[in-house]
């Protein structure tokens, strides 16, 4: 059993001042931490409140030697379903912490924090206001009736990966765009040139997103 540390979450706003805002749960990619999508926030819409949650597993092969993976890698684009699905435990045990204090809960994710941000939306599919996933991807291995209750609910995505990236696989990406599709209201744009990251553009087209599927 894995668990979200929650002296280690970095919130966008103080207490009293997320209290009763929607929050968006950030979740970094592999080898990194809870101080790097935070950084996300003044970029994002200020209707919300963000808190970024450090994965639970130490990555020994960070460079600083502070990083943290939500599940153990294996093939790049097709870990070990059981792990991803504990991790996704965790951090839903972590939200219904916050119960009755943020009105609408919605995800945000990088690389295997994308690949998480879908797999919470097969544990609730019906809980989420919308998941956002950069460079991620879908984790093979659930079952249909898990997945047909995915594509009952049509949760709200978006789906950003460039087309540098060379870090996750093109048969994972093309298993992605496909489960979206199918499961989904997807909205996907792909980036040329984008290798493995975040651009500005893409940061924009995440707000146009937000602002179409949660208005203010």
């Known amino acids: 059993m894995v668990l979200i540390d929650t002296s280690a979450v970095r919130w966008s706003l103080p207490e009293d001042e997320r209290r009763g805002k929607p929050l968006v749960v950030l979740l970094h990619g592999v080898g990194s931490h809870e101080g790097d999508l935070i950084g ?3 970029y994002l819409s200020p209707e919300f409140a963000y808190a970024s949650l450090r994965a639970p597993l130490p990555y020994p092969g960070a460079a600083n030697g502070n990083g943290w993976s939500w599940y ?5 684009g097709t870990p070990d379903y059981a792990p991803v699905d504990e991790a996704a435990d965790a951090v839903l045990a972590f939200i219904d912490s916050l119960a009755g204090a943020h009105p609408a809960v919605s995800l945000l994710g990088f690389s295997q924090g994308g690949s998480l941000s879908l797999q919470l939306l097969r544990k609730r ?16 291995g659930a079952t249909s009736s898990v997945d047909d209750a995915v594509a009952a609910a049509r949760p ?7 087309d540098a990236d060379r870090v996750i696989p093109g048969d994972a990406v093309e298993r992605t765009s496909a489960w979206l ?3 989904t209201d997807v909205e996907e744009n792909v980036y040329p040139g984008l290798a493995h990251g ?7 087209d995440v707000n146009g997103f937000i602002a179409r599927v949660h208005p203010a």
């Open 125 to 140: 599919p019906t809980v989420f206001d919308f998941a956002v996933v950069l460079a991620g991807f879908v984790v093979p």
């Open 72 to 76: 153990p890698l294996s093939q790049p």
């Open 40 to 42: 996300l926030a003044p």
């Open 198 to 204: 975040i651009s500005q553009e893409e940061l924009d």
């Open 156 to 162: 709200k995505v978006f789906y950003g990966h460039g």
């Open 181 to 183: 599709a199918a499961h």
